[in-house]
């Protein structure tokens, strides 16, 4: 996509409106570096892979597909079906929940079962679940996007739900790929709850493709500061049945979701590959931010219920983009969060940023970074979970004190790949004891 287009000319106005001028200039220098990089190429599957997957015989979880529809256009419903369609894993039933008037999707939907062959029944209570199936519901009015979607889950007989805007598209392989790793995960003990894939953005003939979000595994803090999950996302079916979308945060409500299954002690397992296309139009939040600035408040809302049902006291703020918060606690993270052992932060000095976060191999996350960039999907800016942080930038819970100096004093005067080797041991002893690193972009005294 462009970096200079009206969708990143309203994007920079929004910004610079909330943040000021100086930040808006800061944004538009890492987007104009960021586009110096090879461009993304989304490369569907060979045909040899997908066929190799329609003949596996896989023998996984039914998924059930929700899609709330209304006013849907006929050629972005006509994608969306042949993409289903094009599946390569077989046991689906997809779900409509139409609240459209005129009848014209359930038109579009008909003409369109009548050319392939795929059947399409009315949904009904007590329907036994249907491979390879469109069913369809016809609402009697429109109840708003969590709502509608809630009617389609009430109807789900899948194992598992996945919820599909109704102008969005998903690979051939999306759920191939999920059935796999819900076995796969299954066979060693721990049968996810959650299933959450990497996506991308397309225009709106979906043929240029760009902005891939390629997701880290399961990270709790990460997820109190914006919805990284997104897209394409699938639920244990009595879960999602129990949680249910709620109204009063509709524009975030899949956001909501997520937060409730967490605190529900859900598993999630994340799933590294593009399995989703977030169609992009003039209208639609992900090309244009200030279209559903709602859906930011009702995010903001999400978080700050999620922290009261975990027992934080805590307060949540908007960051300089939109879609991402911050969560401060009353008296200090160790006050509130008896997991936390530590809270790690950027290291101070130079002139290019230094996270103080380690990869498993000894290098550090967004080295190199510019000062006052945010870094993919601005996670430079976001609070994290993080399983190796340095020594030098912690501040620790007082029962890790005397351990933490001990080690620092042995670190004095130690060359890097030193300093990540007694960082590394400190960290897996704070493992050991159950405890956790939070990784705050604002430093440990925050």
């Not at 493709?209 to 244990?236: G, R, S, W």
């Not at 879609?323 to 809270?343: K, N, S």
């Not at 990869?359 to 960039?373: H, I, N, Q």
């Amino acid at each position: 996509m462009a970096v200079i287009s009206r969708s990143n000319l309203k994007k920079t106005w929004y910004y610079m409106k909330k943040n000021g001028l100086s930040a808006a200039v800061l944004a538009v220098l890492e987007r104009l570096e960021t586009a110096k990089e090879v461009p993304y190429v989304y490369e569907p599957p060979r045909e040899e892979i997908l066929e190799r997957q329609r003949s596996s015989g896989l023998q996984g979880p039914s998924f059930s597909v929700v899609v709330p529809a209304y006013a849907t256009r006929p050629d972005h419903l006509r994608a969306l079906l042949d993409g289903m369609k094009a599946q390569t894993y077989p046991n689906w039933e997809l779900l409509i929940a139409d609240a459209t008037a005129d009848g014209s999707v359930f038109k579009a939907a008909e003409n369109w079962a009548g050319e392939c062959g795929i059947p399409l029944v009315g949904a009904t209570e007590g329907q036994a679940f249907l491979q390879r199936c469109i069913r369809y519901l016809k609402l009697e009015k429109n109840l708003g996007i969590a709502g509608n979607t809630n009617r389609g889950i009430e109807m789900a007989r899948g194992e598992y739900t996945g919820l599909l805007d109704h102008d969005d598209l998903l690979t051939p392989d999306a759920l191939y790929e999920m059935a796999r790793a819900a076995m796969r995960e299954k066979e060693t003990g721990m049968r996810p709850d959650v299933l959450y894939s990497d996506e991308d953005k397309c225009d709106d003939a979906a043929i240029h493709f760009y902005e891939p979000h390629q997701k880290t595994d399961f990270n709790a803090d990460l997820l109190l500061t914006n919805n990284y999950i997104c897209h394409f996302l699938v639920m244990e079916t009595g879960l999602l049945q129990r949680l249910l979308l709620r109204p009063g945060y509709d524009g975030a409500q899949d956001y909501d979701l997520v937060l409730r299954a967490m605190t529900e002690g859900a598993r999630f397992f994340h799933v590294p590959k593009v399995l989703y296309h977030w169609r992009c139009h003039q209208d639609s939040t992900a090309a244009n931010p200030g279209s559903k600035a709602y859906a930011y408040e009702a995010g903001k809302r999400a978080v700050e219920d999620c922290c009261r049902r975990a027992g934080w006291k805590a307060s949540v703020s908007h960051l300089k983009h939109l879609g991402f918060y911050r969560v401060d606690y009353e008296g200090g993270v160790f006050a509130q969060r008896p997991e936390i052992g530590a809270v790690a932060g950027p290291l101070p000095g130079g002139r290019r940023f230094r996270s103080g976060i380690y990869l498993a191999d000894g290098r550090m996350l967004y080295e190199g970074l510019r000062k006052g960039f945010s870094g993919p999907m601005h996670r430079a800016a976001l609070q994290q979970d993080v399983r190796i942080a340095d020594l030098r930038g912690m501040k620790v819970r007082p029962a890790m004190e005397p351990i933490w100096r001990t080690a620092l004093e042995r670190m004095k005067g130690s060359r890097e790949e030193d300093v990540f080797a007694q960082s590394a041991a400190f960290c897996k002893e704070m493992e050991k004891r159950g405890l956790t690193i939070l990784w705050d972009p604002q430093g440990p005294c925050a």
